[in-house]
């Protein structure tokens, strides 16, 4: 079956270091996105692609940074991690650009900066 | 611009009793509009959505929504609720004109009490 992926399902690492989060799909999907989660404030969208060397940023993009180099992933790297990055992090894609297309997400990675 | 209103961060409801989760959004276009579920330790399931068909939407589990125009309301609702119903509900928005971006609500929590 066709799914998404995210890895690594947990990490901690320490202020400053760079940090890279990956997400694969097998679907296909033209369309990656990457949100964070965090108590209050629902999901956030930090990146997304509409496809192959397409990127865009979102909402909370600052002190991150992906690149699509083919259809399936979308690593989202913290190119120097801070403390108020600590969150969880979803990847999910979809097929279409319109509206209605639903976004299919992945199981989330759980990162803590100290 | 868009954006979405989850009334009520926290609902508990008895086991067997109507589940109401509240959503309100704003748009200036026509909307989709979209429900997720996430269990704990998990990534976002959709529930349902609606993509200006009918407007009373059916989806998995027993639960249904109607998209009201005039109220711009999309309310989650299920006529009896199980304990397996416990976990965080999302309600998010989105518009062609966007691409396939979604505005997510700040999420509620619904607790089952048996």
């Known amino acids: 079956d066709a799914e998404i992926t995210q890895s690594p399902r947990h990490k901690i690492t320490e202020t400053g270091r760079q940090v890279t989060l990956a997400c694969h799909q097998t679907?296909?999907?033209?369309?990656m996105f990457w949100y964070r989660q965090d108590l209050g404030h629902g999901l956030r969208l930090i990146h997304y692609?509409?496809?192959?060397?397409?990127?865009n940023k979102g909402e909370v993009s600052d002190g991150y940074s992906v690149s699509r180099s083919n259809t399936e992933d979308l690593p989202l790297t913290l190119e120097s991690a801070a403390s108020s990055q600590t969150s969880v992090y979803f990847c999910?894609?979809?097929?279409?650009?319109?509206?209605?297309?639903?976004?299919?997400f992945g199981p989330g990675t759980r990162l803590t900066v100290l | 611009a868009q954006s979405v209103t989850q009334l009520g961060s926290h609902v508990s409801v008895s086991e067997g009793a109507l589940v109401l989760l509240r959503c309100n959004y704003s748009?200036?276009?026509?909307?989709?509009l979209f429900w997720y579920v996430q269990y704990p330790n998990q990534g976002l399931q959709l529930l349902l959505k609606?993509?200006?068909?009918?407007?009373l939407v059916k989806g998995i589990n027993g639960f249904e929504a109607e998209f009201k125009k005039s109220e711009t309301s999309f309310h989650l609702t299920k006529p009896s609720a199980h304990m397996s119903d416990a976990a965080e509900y999302f309600c998010?928005?989105?518009?062609?004109?966007?691409?396939?971006?979604?505005?997510f609500g700040t999420g509620t929590s619904l607790t089952v009490i048996p």
């Open positions: 609606y993509t200006s068909a009918a407007t």
């Open positions: 998010a928005v989105s518009v062609t004109n966007t691409g396939n971006q979604f505005y």
């Open positions: 679907w296909n999907h033209n369309n």
């Open positions: 748009s200036s276009v026509p909307p989709y």
């Open positions: 999910a894609s979809s097929p279409g650009l319109a509206g209605g297309s639903t976004q299919y």
């Open positions: 692609s509409y496809g192959v060397q397409d990127t």
